[in-house]
């Protein structure tokens, strides 16, 4: 079972940058797909950003970050990173990373605060 532990996060003023880590626990190589989560106070899960091997490591956005977050993973690392430029308050939120199918056990998250 893999288990994964995010870090990276912090508080930042409105177009700052971090770049968010997860840490896997085994090998990740074999797993197709893998996204970063962000939940906010009061709202939902969503899934932020994401990447797939079996489309030649292809990756998708939520419009509300598009052009700003970058994914990539390391499989050599077991690890896999969020690049954030141009943050907003409204990227306010805790980060998890998961697989896009068959989800791992949820890490504690990252907490990011981004602040006007």
């Known amino acids: 079972q893999v288990h994964l532990m995010e870090s990276g996060g912090g508080s930042v003023q409105a177009g700052g940058s971090l770049r968010l880590s997860c840490a896997a626990s085994a090998s990740i190589s074999n797993i197709n797909g893998m996204g970063w989560y962000r939940q906010a106070p009061g709202k939902q899960r969503e899934l932020v950003a994401s990447?797939?091997?079996?489309?030649?490591?292809?990756?998708n956005y939520a419009d509300s970050v598009k052009g700003r977050f970058t994914i990539s993973r390391n499989n050599a690392k077991n690890t896999v990173y969020l690049q954030m430029n141009s943050l907003k308050p409204e990227d306010t939120a805790v980060y998890y990373c998961?697989?896009?199918?068959?989800?791992?056990?949820w890490g504690q998250g990252t907490q990011v605060t981004v602040s006007s």
């Open positions: 990447q797939t091997i079996s489309s030649g490591g292809s990756t």
């Open positions: 998961n697989t896009l199918q068959n989800f791992r056990p």
